[in-house]
């Protein structure tokens, strides 16, 4: 096997991972809210994709968009009617009350889709570029995790609401005062959030088989990239999901598979004591 | 209130106490601590659905006969949400509080070891369902009794087909999931193999938490093997048999443990599970006539097929067969007593609908004629042993 062939298997992974970290840095970064109900938002996102398929032969690549939409709703009207009303307590509040809406939320799931593993057959073919084989449908994976991590750069630093979110995150009071609705901002963060959680889920369920049982996975992937990118910022996803990506697949392939997942700890214990900030994060969101 | 009646009182009350004793005394509980949430949400349900099919036979029958009276028996399930910690707390529960007389062990050789060390320490016999590794069963466990036979029995037949079948396939690639049931079916592949004469190119064991495994297949892809056997529950499964295909990677025999055997494997992988060859502890094709609530594998079949719409696999299977062997050993003893139906236990020798059970020295099933099956035309097609056979082995497309 040679390198061109690591890289490239880093790479679609790694862009997947990106997408799956964008939403839950947003949040973090933005409202100090540790959203342990990440990984079971891409779950929901990835079996609406899957049962929009099965039943109504929609397209994954299609679905991304009505599913991000759904997650959307569904992440604003939680923090708008639950996580507000805690928000400005100490982290471990918000953590324990996500982790318990995680818990309910995930029981649903196992009881409306039990934990079988289904998978979207896509299936699309490969393309081989001189011993290096691309899986299609890995790569429109990675083309629209990547897209949609760029559209969510484009809406923080061009909209009226991107900047809004921004100042928010600054400073709150001083946005308070400048007229900016806090508590809306929050919810339409959170539901952005969500949005890239349900995004993601559509795109996981073209490369992953979907089951409930990996959403505690998810969510450990999104610590890890958080931290090695750097908080807050969509570049600090992008980078940290790449990174893990690219790391993980050289440890795979210089020692074993069991490496992989410890090089992506020992990376970022690393990197919590010489760069807290992350590699492209800001200084006061470590 | 005089004399008289505070005496027809208390007797009164003297009576209910025993008449509640009696009836306490007249149900066997058995408890089960079950994965019914979780990553083992599957497969624990499966058991409950097993149980639930045992119980209402048993029951219908008025219970258990003991030494000439019938018990009833009522089964104590908790979920453990597939938390080691949780399964090994419950199991306590379930013995100090709940007072089970029996107990039955959770899914997998894991867990099985977790509750089987509690019941251990109690004195209370456990019935493992779904364990076949001999790291469980080697602990000196007195307690503990499996029907399942050992793993190192399916993969010599394993092997023996193959090499019969494809004997060009001499080159073997091994990944397997370092978690005890896989691993343990890797090892003892690797072992089973190198004592066939066969070589073995590469043994490599992913993790619990990998989410993908693009590396270790590619690094396959990289050995050309002409045999490439894969462990690990059906998720893994799935995603490795889809990621191979991504990859490119292809042997004439590719086997996975246990994918096939489960209904969700061929039917989310759909073509792509075609030629794959797996082991089995049990097989619906295999006819037995038994003395047990059902008395054959027809009236156990047909049962199941009614009640849950697909076929039953061995988990199924093993689990009802695990009520059975408890059922016999406490009609054998005559007594619930935990001890006396444990001894019951280790000197019983019965045929089932689920075939022979007779517990080795270490509580394992023995050894028998295990399944081996691949999918041709999107089916399990058994192919081995002979009494059963229903198609021969064909190489991977």
């Known amino acids: ?286 | 209130m005089n004399v008289k009646s505070i005496f027809g009182l208390a007797a009164a009350l003297v009576c209910g106490a025993l008449a509640t004793g009696l009836a306490q005394a007249q149900t066997i509980k058995i408890g089960a601590p079950l994965a019914l949430t979780g990553g083992l949400a599957d497969e624990g349900k499966k058991q409950a659905i097993a149980y639930d099919m045992w119980l209402k036979r048993i029951n219908a029958q008025g219970g258990i006969n003991v030494g000439g009276k019938k018990m009833r028996v009522e089964l104590v399930q908790y979920d453990y949400q597939t938390q080691e910690q949780r399964a090994q707390q419950l199991a306590e529960k379930l013995i100090v509080d709940d007072k089970v007389d029996f107990l039955l062990a959770p899914f997998g050789s894991g867990h099985t070891k977790v509750v089987a060390g509690v019941a251990e320490r109690y004195g209370v016999p456990v019935m493992a369902t779904s364990a076949s590794s001999d790291v469980i069963f080697n602990q000196g466990y007195k307690f503990l009794f499996g029907t399942l036979a050992p793993n190192s029995g399916s993969v010599e037949n394993l092997i023996a087909v193959v090499t019969k079948g494809i004997p060009s396939a001499k080159r073997i690639a091994i990944l397997g999931r370092e978690d005890v049931f896989p691993k343990a079916m890797a090892t003892v592949m690797s072992d089973a193999a190198k004592k066939a004469g066969l070589e073995i190119i590469s043994l490599e064991y992913y993790p619990v938490g990998a989410l993908d495994l693009a590396t270790p297949i590619a690094k396959i892809r990289s050995l050309k093997p002409d045999w490439i056997y894969i462990t690990g529950y059906s998720k893994d499964l799935v995603l490795a048999k889809k990621q191979m295909a991504d990859l490119n990677v292809k042997a004439p025999v590719v086997t996975m443990i246990t994918g096939p055997v489960y209904r969700e494997f061929i039917d989310s992988l759909g073509p792509l599970a075609e030629g794959v060859t797996s082991a089995s502890w049990w097989h619906h094709s295999a006819q037995f006539k038994g003395d047990d609530p059902w008395g054959s594998t027809k009236a156990f079949y047909d049962e199941f097929v009614a009640r849950e719409k697909s076929d039953p696999d061995y988990v199924h299977a093993a689990a009802a067969a695990a009520l059975v062997a408890l059922q016999k050993a406490i009609e054998k003893a005559g007594t619930i007593d935990k001890a006396k139906v444990r001894d019951a236990l280790a000197s019983l020798d019965i045929m089932t609908f689920y075939g022979p059970i007779k517990f080795s020295a270490n509580g394992m099933n023995g050894g028998r004629d295990l399944p081996i099956i691949q999918v041709q035309g999107g089916k399990p097609v058994v192919l081995h042993p002979e009494s059963i056979k229903q198609g021969t082995l064909k190489p991977v497309q």
Not at chain 1, 173 to 189: E, F, P, Q, S
Not at chain 1, 244 to 269: C, D, H, K, N, R
Request: charged letters at 10%.
């Open chain 1, 1 to 286: 096997m040679d390198y061109g062939q690591v890289v490239a298997n880093g790479l679609m992974i790694g862009a997947v991972y990106a997408c799956i970290a964008v939403g839950f840095s947003l949040v973090w970064g933005v409202l100090n809210v540790i959203n342990m109900m990440h990984g079971s938002f891409i779950m929901l996102g990835g079996y609406l994709t899957f049962f929009a398929w099965l039943h109504l032969k929609v397209s994954p690549i299609v679905s991304v968009v009505p599913v991000a939409a759904i997650l959307f709703v569904v992440g604003y009207l939680i923090q708008y009617l639950m996580i507000n009303r805690v928000v400005m307590q100490p982290v471990l509040t918000t953590l324990t009350l996500t982790f318990g809406l995680d818990m309910i939320l995930y029981n649903f799931m196992n009881l409306w889709f039990t934990a079988t593993p289904r998978r979207v057959v896509l299936d699309l073919g490969r393309l081989d570029l001189g011993g290096v084989i691309l899986p299609l449908d890995r790569v429109v994976a990675m083309g629209l995790a990547l897209l949609l991590t760029g559209l969510l750069y484009t809406v923080m630093r061009t909209s009226r609401i991107g900047r809004a979110i921004v100042a928010v995150r600054m400073d709150r009071d001083a946005a308070a005062l400048m007229g900016i609705r806090v508590n809306k901002v929050y919810a339409i963060t959170f539901g952005i959030g969500a949005l890239m959680a349900g995004a993601c889920g559509a795109l996981v369920a073209v490369v992953f088989p979907i089951t409930t049982s990996v959403t505690g996975l998810f969510l450990g992937k999104a610590f890890v990239i958080c931290v090695i990118g750097g908080l807050g910022s969509v570049p600090g996803a992008l980078v940290g999901g790449l990174a893990l990506g690219l790391i993980e697949a050289f440890a795979g392939f210089w020692f074993s598979p069991q490496t992989a997942i410890l090089a992506g700890f020992v990376i970022m214990l690393v990197l919590l004591v010489v760069r807290p900030t992350g590699l492209v994060g800001r200084r006061g969101y470590e």
